[in-house]
């Protein structure tokens, strides 16, 4: 988290979503809240670069971090602290590591202005992508119930995200009744000092534990929660569908003939996707192999007569889980499905590129995974999003050794197995 103040009025426009930033001074509605905005480390350094590009690199100056947090109106840090962001991100790119030393989240409470039903932001929220926030709500209801236990009355949320995570947080929260708000960074100090209290998961990749931990317990360390603690059912996510859009896809999905397994091959990044000639020539595998017909929520190139485009099904993202929901088996890369698979039981196979699966699906007792041979020994392992053409090609070479037939025989085990039991 940064503080900083802008000189001149400046327009933001990124990833759709426009903010006019101008000058702030204190009207005194909020005692002690200095004049500025907050938002997160990288957030800002994208800001720099447009100020850069735009002419304006002298319009912003950053603020010392521990005057503005040391002021008594300052909000409660709550969880893992994440003072230092920018010290910790130099590190990292220097080779080295900054502790982060746990923090209890009952131990913070008495440290609150309104224990009863405090005011509390999210900042950062929990990254940037729709998995990535389905577990970090996960995480979120262990909090939140640990902070209704140690008696709170009413226990909820704001998410402040990073500008192109506003649209995957707002999707992914629609139906989460703790979470109050979606809001842009940069947020003025003003709104800042306004809260009781809150979390910074800004930074998330250069914070040591977040590269040794399975996903879901790096969130519930960071919000304070043991994960030793936590039960491992209650590690498993939950996904709310509106019963009329559930009714709405049961009538559209009855059309078919007979139980689909959903092949599922894209990504928000180019580094993750599974490349045309592997998507054509696992169908081909599943179509031989296979009673089942094979549906997909993207368009695919596939010529098959037992292949099902379904994709004019995928109106919201809540349709995309209700249909999640209904298949008998998930083929899958590595992006947010198998989170919703796992929520309705669905059996799936997760094929990881560049991320290893113990990070992610420790938990989940119908998900499998395994990463494309060789790429863990490779530069490239631990890398998040790229659409380089040079890692896209070395990718491509990892993907072509892949043994189709073995990965749809494993997949169609799975499924029947399910199917059995």
């Known amino acids: 988290m940064i503080f900083f103040a802008v000189s001149q009025p400046v327009t933001i426009t990124r990833h759709e979503l426009s903010q006019q930033l101008e000058p702030q001074s204190d009207d005194g509605s909020v005692p002690g809240a200095p004049s500025g905005y907050v938002t997160s480390m990288y957030d800002l350094m994208e800001l720099q670069r447009h100020l850069v590009s735009g002419g304006k690199e002298q319009a912003l100056q950053v603020m010392d971090e521990d005057l503005v947090l040391a002021s008594g109106q300052a909000p409660v840090e709550l969880g893992t602290s994440n003072r230092g962001e920018l010290r910790r991100y130099n590190a990292r790119r220097a080779g080295t590591e900054t502790q982060m030393p ?3 989240l009952e131990k913070q409470l008495h440290l ?7 005011r509390m932001a999210i900042i950062n929220g929990f990254g940037t992508g729709i998995g990535d926030h389905i577990v970090g709500l996960t995480a979120w209801r ?3 119930d640990r902070m209704l236990q140690a008696g709170c009355s009413s226990v909820s949320a704001e998410i402040w995200s990073r500008t192109h995570g506003v649209h995957r947080a707002s999707v992914s929260c ?6 109050t708000g979606i809001r842009a960074l940069p947020v003025t100090c003003r709104d800042f000092m306004a809260l009781d209290a809150f979390w910074d998961l800004s930074g998330l990749l250069d914070r040591p534990s977040f590269w040794r931990m399975p996903t879901i317990d790096f969130y519930l360390e960071t919000l304070g929660v043991d994960p030793s603690s936590v039960a491992a059912g209650d590690k498993r996510n939950k996904v709310r569908i509106p019963a009329h859009v559930q009714r709405e896809i049961d009538i559209a999905l009855n059309q078919i003939d007979g139980p689909f397994v959903l092949l599922h091959p894209t990504s928000s990044t180019p580094l993750r996707d599974m490349p045309v000639p592997i998507i054509q020539r696992v169908s081909d595998e599943l179509t031989k192999r296979s009673e089942f017909r094979i549906a997909s929520l993207h368009e695919l190139p596939v010529a098959h007569e037992q292949y099902v485009n379904l994709s004019g099904l995928f109106k919201t993202h809540q349709h995309f889980c209700a249909v999640i929901r209904r298949a008998a088996g998930l083929l899958t890369i590595d992006t947010s499905t198998y989170h919703i698979a796992d929520a309705f ?3 799936s196979l997760v094929i990881f590129t560049t991320v290893p699966p113990e990070r992610w699906i420790p938990y989940y007792p119908t998900v499998e995974g395994f990463m494309l041979k060789g790429v863990r020994e490779s530069k490239h ?3 998040h999003r790229s659409n380089d053409p040079v890692v896209l090609n070395d990718m491509g070479r990892f993907w072509e050794a892949l043994d189709a037939p073995r990965l749809v025989d494993r997949f169609l085990g799975l499924v029947r197995r399910a199917g059995a039991g």
């Open 102 to 104: 746990y923090r209890s």
């Open 112 to 118: 609150l202005p309104n224990p009863d039903s405090p």
């Open 142 to 144: 262990v909090a939140r």
């Open 174 to 179: 629609t139906n989460e009744p703790s979470i």
């Open 345 to 347: 039981d669905v059996p």
């Open 381 to 383: 392992f631990g890398m």
